[in-house]
């Protein structure tokens, strides 16, 4: 069980953990999983850290299929400037490795925010908290989850 897991049962939420075989040759630990899971890569979601410039993180949740727009993570998260984090910030903060970064059940809980396009799934996928290990649920569940909301990062 990881901490993703235990959250997700603790707050009786519907969800499904999904195990395949992760090749670290991968290129994309997100197109893996939606490869080997069978499902579309817009409802497999990827977990970035963001560092904002209040010098805290922050957390974006979209999908495998597309790229995070800075400028629009940080507009929603009110702030003018928003860089990817360090590697090793992200795992010291998260508590997991990179390629297994969960939105759910976080060492520190950070604000999150979770890509509109979500909405237009019954469920979806994020990382269960190691690779080759995922989550279905719901994206309200999700946002329940983190703490986080909806938005549009993509772009």
């Known amino acids: 069980m990881t901490p993703a897991i235990n959250t997700a049962k603790k707050a009786k939420v519907d969800y499904k953990i999904?195990?395949?075989?992760?090749?670290?040759?991968?290129?994309?630990?997100?197109?893996?999983?939606?490869?080997?899971?069978?499902?579309?890569?817009?409802?497999?979601?990827?977990?970035?850290?963001?560092?904002?410039?209040?010098?805290?993180?922050?957390?974006?949740?979209?999908?495998?299929s597309c790229q995070l727009n800075l400028k629009l993570f940080a507009r929603a998260m009110g702030i003018k400037k928003a860089v990817m984090a360090d590697k090793k910030l992200v795992e010291k903060t998260t508590g997991y490795i990179l390629g297994g970064v969960s939105p759910i059940g976080q060492k520190k809980r950070l604000p999150t925010v979770v890509n509109g396009t979500a909405k237009k799934f019954k469920t979806i996928f994020v990382s269960a908290g190691k690779r080759g290990l995922d989550i279905e649920l719901a994206p309200d569940d999700l946002v329940k989850l983190t703490n986080g909301k909806f938005d549009h990062i993509c772009g």
């Open 18 to 64: 999904h195990e395949y075989n992760h090749d670290p040759g991968a290129d994309s630990y997100g197109l893996e999983a939606a490869e080997k899971l069978g499902a579309d890569p817009d409802q497999v979601f990827k977990t970035l850290v963001v560092s904002m410039n209040t010098k805290e993180l922050g957390v974006a949740i979209l999908p495998v």
